[in-house]
Nanobody, 115 residues
Framework: QVQLVESGGGLVQAGGSLRLSCAAS????????MGWYRQAPGKQRELVAT???????NYADSVKGRFTISRDNAKNTVYLQMNSLKPEDTAVYYC?????????WGQGAQVTVSS
């Protein structure tokens, strides 16, 4: 069983910063891809950023230049540094991990950006 535990969400004013963390625990050899997705009220879940075990990153166009994903393979942890936050970034942010053919999700962290 693999568990993902997120932390770091909260309320921030527009232009502010937040940092999300997600730690994976359980029995597994390696995590292929770790990443972040988000879901705003009334909208579908969307990709924010991903980080492969080999070091390749991918970002949604809407967050490029503002968000930075990083990963610590030794700690099975992925981070999302969010700067210059906008009200439209308000959403529940979900950590995602892909191990072999399986996909795991965290419980979600609320991020609210006030204008």
């Amino acid at each position: 069983q693999v568990q993902l535990v997120e932390s770091g969400g909260g309320l921030v004013q527009a232009g502010g910063s937040l940092r999300l963390s997600c730690a994976a625990s359980g029995t597994f050899l390696a995590i292929n891809v770790m990443g972040w997705y988000r879901q705003a009220p009334g909208k579908q879940r969307e990709l924010v950023a991903t980080f492969t075990r080999g070091g390749i990153t991918n970002y949604a166009d809407s967050v490029k230049g503002r968000f930075t994903i990083s990963r610590d393979n030794a700690k099975n942890t992925v981070y999302l540094q969010m700067n210059s936050l906008k009200p439209e970034d308000t959403a529940v942010y979900y950590c995602n991990a892909q191990i072999l053919q399986y996909v795991y999700w965290g419980q979600g962290a609320q991020v609210t950006v006030s204008s």
